[in-house]
Each structure stands twice: as C-alpha cells, then as structure tokens.
C-alpha cells in the first residue's frame, strides 16, 4: 500500500486546486509515514486533512473542530482505537471509518457495533480507500439536512443538537454544560 500510495499522491498532487477542498478529514494514525501518505493523497483529491499520532490527540483534536470525517486506527497508543470511537460516539456523529491492520472478523465486528461507519483493512488498494470515503461522504452529505434541523441560534448563543455543542458569540462553551 505504500509504494502505490506514494505513486497516487505523486500524480495528483501537482493538479490539486486548494480552493476546491471537498472535506475536512481528521487522520488518527501513529505510524507517522503512513499518516503522511495519506495526508498527502487525501490532499491530492482536494480534502483538507490533518494527522494526529495517539488516542487522546485525537478525542482532543476531534473536539475542538468540526471534521467531516475521522479516520481511525485501532492500535494507538494511549487509547485504542475502540476507545477513541467509544468517546467520539458520546458526542458526535461524524462519519468515522476504521483503517487498520487488525482486520479479523472479531475486530471488524467490533468496530462497526461500537460505531464505526466503515471499517478498512489497511491492505486495501488506495483506490479502495478514496472510493469508501467518497462513499461516505456522499452519505454523510444526504443526511445535512436532518442535521441542520438540530442546529438553533437565539441571538449570539447557538446549539447544535446533533454534535452536542455550544457557541456563545465566538467563544465555544464548555462540554460539560451541554
């Protein structure tokens, strides 16, 4: 998957327009050179993506913006994977596919009870993968209207229901107020 992620990321790099980005991606992966692979190649097909390395970075980071999808390995150190989703699904529905290399049944199982809207092994194809996150994307997309729904403003306080935050003005509220 390396070399044929490097391959990919190389050819289109050099046509990405950073005007056009289609989604904001969080990537929690520790391997370092493959996050920076798949950064480089979900920048390559116009997302904005962003690498965190351990469990507890990604809860954070997964808090403190609005992502519209978060790539998620399993073996993290910190908290694993499971736990991470676990944490994540208390307080977002943000589309989050699994990519990992313990891809037994028992895990993938695991993984998409605990949450997980897809679950990746990380012997799959770069084609495959940029095809599921198209995928879910597009699904995440048809369901916006429903989620805008949840979202209410009184003045310079606004909620939104669905991701269970809170904005006074330009200042986020706490999480544990809401």
């Not at 596919?97 to 049944?105: E, K, S, Y």
């Not at 940029?130 to 699904?139: K, N, S, W």
């Amino acid at each position: 998957m390396y070399h044929e992620l490097i391959k990919s990321a190389d050819r289109v790099v050099r046509r990405m327009n950073p005007s056009s980005l289609a989604a904001r991606i969080l990537l929690v992966e520790d391997d370092r050179k493959l996050a920076r692979l798949l950064v480089d190649l979900l920048l390559a097909h116009g997302h904005a993506a962003v690498a965190v390395h351990d469990g507890h970075s990604g809860i954070e980071r997964s808090r403190e913006e609005q992502w519209d999808l978060v790539i998620l390995d399993v073996m993290l150190p910190g908290l694993d994977g499971f736990e991470v989703l676990r944490r994540l699904r208390r307080v977002s529905q943000v589309p989050v596919l699994m990519l990992t290399a313990r891809g037994g049944d028992d895990d993938r199982v695991a993984g998409l009870d605990g949450g997980a809207d897809d679950y990746v092994a990380k012997t799959a194809s770069s084609r495959e993968l940029v095809a599921r996150i198209g995928a879910l994307l597009r699904r995440a997309a048809l369901a916006a209207p429903a989620r805008a729904a949840q979202r209410l403003t009184a003045g310079d306080l606004h909620l939104d229901v669905a991701a269970r935050t809170a904005t006074l003005g330009d200042r986020r509220l706490s999480s544990s107020i809401c």
